[in-house]
């Protein structure tokens, strides 16, 4: 059986590398399993191990570097033995000491994994998305994450190195090298000049230690600015529907005069024809007489279109035609789509008090502040005993006090009682 010592020199120096590198793969485990406190025997199992591979290398490498020096000397009775061992033994012995330290290394993970360390914190901290710093009363570091050192290179230009320094930096100094403040303060905000947008949080843990915090509210911000220019565009587009709201009665209005008009102007076309046919072939008195009171009828109709349009008269008008004493108490506003609403809603409680309370008198308030109109109507009828369900005329009254930016309550205690409140123009 061949002997160690009679191997080729060039496969004892393959061994000893191999040997080598498992004997520092061994010293790697046993640091590993004294910072992540393994179990004991874990560290004794490999301090044992690491014994036996250094005592079993140094006599190994002892004949071998005594015959193979040029200076030679004389070879322990160990170092003998072990450099004269059967070469089979040799590469056994180094197989299982390479095996049993790869197990421990991979033990040693497989701990450090599924147990709390020294360094699983710093570990933890690195993982997470917020930048973290605790330091010292002056400013020396205690732990820091990696995304605090990275917020804070991209601010100073260098890692973590004081923590009050930092804290200057971010509330004083951060509007500088493409960075710039959104918020500053107390609790400042700030855009880096990657674009991410951190805000900052300091706190006293004790009198000794102080913690900072950094966020990331990129999303947030952007979802802000973006919600803002939303709002801005509802608000031009419900300007652009109240405005539609009150030339839309304006229009209808001025569709049903332009229609008279054209009435009246073929009414007035046939008339002359007529007129001009009865002058000229004579007619007799019944005719006259017709064509005499077709004038009159379109005569009162062009006095008519130039009467001013009275509300209050208006009101009282329709009030008398159902019988109900109505009372107006101050001033009706003369905004136009103000008063439209207001007459619309008059008019739709004295229906409503002749046919459901069987009242016979209304009483109207309007009271005017700096911002608003606010019309109160109440009649002396029967009080509803079940809440009122908004029909058809509650309900278009609704709708277009709504449209201008108004309110309508309805209450049925102590009495009937229609409220409605409208914003003055610009309100």
């Excluded at 915090?213 to 990129?218: F, P, R, S």
């Excluded at 007035?268 to 007619?283: N, Y």
């Excluded at 005993?385 to 709708?399: A, H, N, Q, V, Y």
């Amino acid at each position: 059986m061949m002997k160690f010592s009679q191997m080729p020199v060039s496969a004892q120096d393959a061994y000893y590398c191999i040997f080598a590198v498992t004997v520092m793969l061994t010293l790697f485990g046993f640091v590993m399993s004294l910072v992540g406190k393994t179990r004991k025997s874990i560290l004794i199992t490999n301090s044992a191990i690491l014994a036996v591979e250094f005592i079993f290398f140094s006599f190994l490498y002892e004949g071998y570097g005594i015959i193979h020096s040029a200076n030679g000397g004389e070879i322990s009775t160990a170092g003998k033995a072990f450099y004269d061992m059967p070469s089979p033994v040799a590469w056994t012995v180094l197989a299982v000491c390479l095996t049993l330290t790869a197990l421990g290394i991979v033990y040693c993970v497989g701990w450090n994994k599924r147990h709390v360390g020294k360094t699983s914190i710093k570990e933890g901290m690195d993982k997470m998305p917020v930048g973290l710093c605790f330091y010292a009363k002056n400013g020396m570091p205690i732990l820091t994450n990696d995304e605090m050192n990275k917020v804070c290179v991209a601010l100073t230009g260098h890692t973590v190195m004081d923590g009050n320094a930092l804290w200057q930096t971010i509330t004083e100094g951060a509007d500088r090298n493409g960075n710039k403040f959104i918020v500053s303060g107390d609790t400042p905000i700030i855009k880096l000049s990657d674009g991410k947008i951190k805000s900052f949080i300091r706190r006293e843990i004790d009198d000794a230690v102080t913690e900072l915090i950094a966020t990331d509210v990129t999303m947030q911000y952007e979802l802000g600015e973006k919600l803002a220019e939303e709002n801005e565009e509802l608000k031009a587009m419900n300007a652009r529907l109240a405005e539609y709201g009150n030339n839309i009665v304006a229009i209808t209005r001025e569709k049903e005069i332009l229609a008279a008009k054209i009435r009246i102007h073929d009414d007035i076309g046939h008339l002359l024809l007529a007129l001009k046919k009865s002058l000229l072939t004579g007619a007799s008195r019944e005719e006259k007489e017709f064509l005499l009171s077709e004038w009159l009828k379109v005569a009162k109709l062009l006095a008519s279109e130039n009467e001013q349009f009275n509300m209050r008269e208006k009101l009282f008008s329709y009030a008398k035609t159902l019988g109900i004493r109505l009372e107006i108490n101050g001033e009706i506003p003369q905004e136009k789509r103000l008063s439209d609403v207001m007459f619309v809603a008059v008019k739709e409680c004295l229906t409503n008090t002749l046919a459901h309370a069987k009242g016979n008198v209304l009483t109207v308030a309007v009271k005017e502040t700096n911002k608003e109109y606010e019309m109160t109507c109440t009649n002396n009828g029967c009080i509803p005993t079940e809440p009122i369900t908004e029909g058809g005329g509650l309900s278009s009254l609704r709708k277009i006090t709504e449209r201008i930016g108004g309110t309508m309550t309805v209450a049925i205690e102590p009495r009937f009682i229609l409220s409605i409140v409208l914003p003055k123009e610009g309100v």
